[in-house]
């Protein structure tokens, strides 16, 4: 059975925490490394609800995409709902490792997910990595459909393949444009779309839209925009870095048990379509 430094060794071999962006929290949040590891959950928030699903199965491990901490704290009392998790974790004898931008970065990491999960061909990254000579690593990326199809077609497309949330797909276009050549970023990606326009896509997938920043894009290039939850446009990571880990498991005989959390930690649990609309005189 391998200790949790072993496994945190080969997660930081598969996403190492130097491809972090500057201001972000990775690698080893809590837990022994000399303790021993048999199962492990992957999920993408450090919630309560994700931490009480680890200890029902078991785990000895936490695996998440976004970090605990992201910038500095001065307490970790349970009567905050990150020391709770922190205390319930430390109590319970299990470890929490974050991959971030790291994993962002990685190949494949969080956007080849994405892009697999809506079905598309990967081509390359939209931000490439100057430091990776194959020229595969970097934010985002870009990919292709089979074969065109009108945007209407597509934004359904995406909600079906990404896991339901009461935010569901918007989308910004003409319905009948059709799409083809597509950027997708994972999480939030309305500061790339200088990147996007000089890709020359048809259309782009991320999450968190703004107003402003959509609106300004749509004005500037007709580029369509597919908005789905932060939360769905990561999950589909998950099941690629356990996949990677259990190769990993099985090369060094290590006979680890793994899940992903199925549980929905997109903080919008609601949706209700507006039927007002203004008039003329």
Partial sequence: MPKLSDVR??????????????WDAVGLVCGDPEDEVARVLFAVDPVQAVVDEAVAFGAQLVVTHHPLYLRGTTTVAADTFKGRVVHTLVRQGVGLIVAHTNADHADPGVSDALAEAVGLRVTGPLIPDPTDP?????????????????????????????????????????????VRR?????????????????AGVDAYVTADLRHHPASEAREHADIALVDA???????????????????????HGWG??????????????????????????
Avoid: N
Avoid at 256 to 281: G, I, K
């Fill in 9 to 22: 060794r080969a997660l930081d071999e598969l996403y190492p925490p130097a491809w972090a962006e500057s």
């Fill in 134 to 178: 194959a020229g595969r690593r970097g934010t985002g990326r870009i990919g292709e459909l089979p074969a065109p199809e009108p945007l209407s077609a597509f934004a359904a497309r995406v909600a079906a393949g990404l896991p339901a949330t009461a935010q569901g797909v918007r989308a910004a276009g003409d319905p009948d444009r059709l």
């Fill in 182 to 198: 597509v950027a997708v970023c994972g999480g939030s990606g309305d500061s790339f779309f200088a990147e996007v326009r000089a």
């Fill in 229 to 251: 939850a932060h939360w769905a446009t990561e999950w589909p990571w998950l099941r690629s870095a356990e996949s990677a880990l259990l190769a990993v498991s099985e090369k």
């Fill in 256 to 281: 680890l048990e793994t899940r992903v959390s199925t549980h929905v930690t997109d903080p919008w649990t609601a949706h209700a379509p507006m039927s007002f609309a203004p008039t003329t005189a």
